[in-house]
């Protein structure tokens, strides 16, 4: 059986009924050429979703009859990338593939040899947010990521939780991700594991950085002898870490 197009709305009515979708809803459903009485799936990104018929369609707005919502699981494992702030037609393109992939959270960060500016009132950032619910809705994650607005990489970086495995990509690192992981974890709902990944700028982070990274417990990992672009380099590491824990299974 066919998955059903997933449709974004804001809040999911708890006991069901007839809802209007938001206008980014009602565009996307345009380009999926959903018509009156098509069966779709609503989700509000942040773990419900609620299957629905479409009632009506007129001049970008749709309204839909929900069933009562149902809760998908949290995740078991949550992968966070730290991304200092790339050009901004490659900071879309990392946020919609790493979504697609599964990551839990995307951090923007500034550091020494970030060259775009975005400042954390951007509504850049409410952009990247409704990227990534296009991503989910796309992709049939029940999650979008968490995106955060920008602040200092090293001030960023020390809020990973107790526990969390961190690691800092570095080009001069000799230590591969399958020695930095060790044995791969096993991870429930009921016990979650978290992994900090840092990505450097197009500069590449600075030896001061990484030290200062260290000394919070990153340990620095490469990625071999090619140099990569950050948006390559953020997708290449989100499925690397979801392959290695589990989640990406072919």
Known sequence: ????????????????????????????????????????????????????????IERGRI??????????????????????????????????????????????????RSV??????????????????EACAQSGNARAPEVHAPEALLQVAALAPAGAKKLVFWELATQTLDAALGPAPSATPAQPLSVWAVVGPEGGLSAEEVAGLQALGYQPVGLGDAI???????????ALLLDRLQVLRA
């Open 1 to 56: 059986m066919a998955k059903l197009r997933r449709l974004f709305v804001p809040e999911l009515l708890p006991a069901g009924g007839r809802i209007e979708l938001p206008r980014e809803s009602a565009e996307h459903a345009q380009v999926l050429r959903i018509t009156q009485g098509a069966q779709v799936c609503l989700f509000d990104a942040v773990g419900s979703e609620a299957d629905a018929e479409v009632l009506s």
């Open 116 to 133: 775009p500016k975005l400042s954390a009132d951007s509504p850049k950032i409410e952009r990247l947010r409704r990227v990534a619910r």
């Open 63 to 112: 309204t839909c009859n929900a069933s009562v919502p149902r809760q998908t699981p949290a995740p078991a494992v949550a992968v966070t990338l730290l991304l200092a702030v790339p050009k901004a037609g490659r900071l879309e393109t990392v946020v919609r593939m790493t979504t697609e992939l599964g990551v839990s959270g995307l951090r923007l960060c500034h550091s020494q």
């Open 228 to 238: 990569l672009r950050v948006d390559t380099a953020a997708v290449v590491i989100a």
